[in-house]
């Protein structure tokens, strides 16, 4: 368990001035920031630099997906940036995630179950996730629908954390597999992914408030 807010802002924005302002204005409610392939390539280290001395933490979200040994060192590297948590490709295999998860002191590592985008089974994502969860990950990410099943057979310490989350009036975009900020924690989300239904709103400082609100008092 830990005290910081549920909701991650997947920082997927062009523009390193963007991303800040989006920081500052919405540091009340948010805690943790995405910063994915887009922004990283765009501003790289100074992305990371920038969040840290808002005072507030970087989930790196680059899906690591190679040979163990590099993997290993693509994990040091993160760490040594300060990052608060990363993703690797559950498909990576067991020498892989095993590897990736023994680096001292590393960021949180959360594993890719399968991609929302392929075709799955809730056997497979299981099956992933207790092999993420044996190799010593400290979650995956998974899609809203999945975190029941996972925490069922993973504990409830396993975290979860679920992109493809939209409150009740914003639209679905190209995600299919969704659910609301509340119904999602409720299920037992760690952590909640959370993008266009914050910074493409009228007013996203209000969007983020409204979800911290609404799961705020959800206790799990
Ligand atoms: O805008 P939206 O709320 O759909 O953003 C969700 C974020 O989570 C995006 O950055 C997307 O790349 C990421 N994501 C996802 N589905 C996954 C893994 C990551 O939507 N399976």
Redesign the pocket.
């Known amino acids: 368990m830990n005290n910081l807010n549920k909701t991650i802002l997947?920082l997927?924005v062009f523009d390193l001035r963007k991303a800040e302002s989006l920081i500052k204005d919405l540091s009340p409610y948010i805690d943790v920031f995405?910063v994915?392939p887009i922004l990283f390539l765009q501003s790289g280290k100074e992305v990371i630099k920038m969040i840290n001395d808002c005072g507030k933490k970087v989930f790196l979200?680059l899906k690591f997906h190679d040979i163990p040994a590099t993997v290993e060192r693509a994990v040091k590297s993160a760490r040594d940036l300060g990052v608060y948590s990363l993703t690797v490709h559950s498909c990576g295999g067991e020498e892989m995630l095993r590897l990736a998860s023994s680096v001292e002191n590393r960021p949180k590592i959360w594993a890719?179950t399968v991609?929302?985008s392929q075709k799955t089974t809730p056997e497979e994502v299981v099956k992933r996730a207790k092999l993420a969860k044996d190799c010593g990950a400290d979650g995956v990410?998974s899609?809203p629908l999945e975190i029941e099943t996972i925490k069922a057979n993973c504990g409830v310490d396993f975290e979860v954390v679920t992109?493809?989350?939209r409150p009740l009036q914003s639209g679905v975009?190209d995600?299919k597999r969704v659910a609301t900020p509340e119904s999602a924690v409720k299920a037992g989300a760690d952590f909640i992914?959370?993008?266009?239904?914050i910074i493409a709103a009228e007013n996203p400082v209000a969007a983020a408030r409204d979800i911290y609100n609404s799961i705020k008092n959800i206790s799990k």
């Open positions: 997947a997927d995405k994915g979200d890719v991609l929302t990410i899609s992109p493809g989350i975009n995600q992914v959370v993008g266009r239904p």
